[in-house]
């Protein structure tokens, strides 16, 4: 009888065990991305610039990489609503336009959460040199991305560019 007893817990609780590791992967399986979801995310970010910089349909194609209600955040202030990401987008630059090429981003790096995706996106603003004028670095930074899957596809909800900050100056020799 003792061992019966002594079998009977160790079966209950091997049972309840396996019931919480089945669970929890579950759980977790939620929060996965499927590679197509990387891949999509991905593009979503390719685009981003090339909308920016073109202004493309007088800055809606930029606008429409984000959420109807999406947030633009810098230290300039914050855009929200597609309404005011496309008027932003729309001419923001002399010279913006199909051969335009000034944002770039690179790096990027996707991660599930519970509402979608999270990523961060290395960001560099160029100004490409001509007549005669040297190229220069505008700002540099990354981004911090909220991601959400809707009926149009992966799409930003929040980005907030983190202009990028010099460390310590090296000792001097």
Known sequence: ???LKTVSAVVVATVATVTVLVSGSL????DRLAPQDYIDIQQLVARYPYALDTGENEGRAWASLFTADG???SPAGTLAGRRALSEFANGHRPGQGPLYARNFSTNVWIEPSAGGATGKVY???INIGEGGDPSSIVTGGHFEDVYVKTNE???IKRREFVPSV???EPPAR
């Open 1 to 3: 009888m003792r061992m």
């Open 27 to 30: 759980v977790r399986a939620q």
């Open 71 to 73: 947030e633009f955040v």
């Open 123 to 125: 960001a560099v603003v």
């Open 153 to 155: 596809g992966w799409r």
């Open 166 to 168: 010099g460390g310590p």
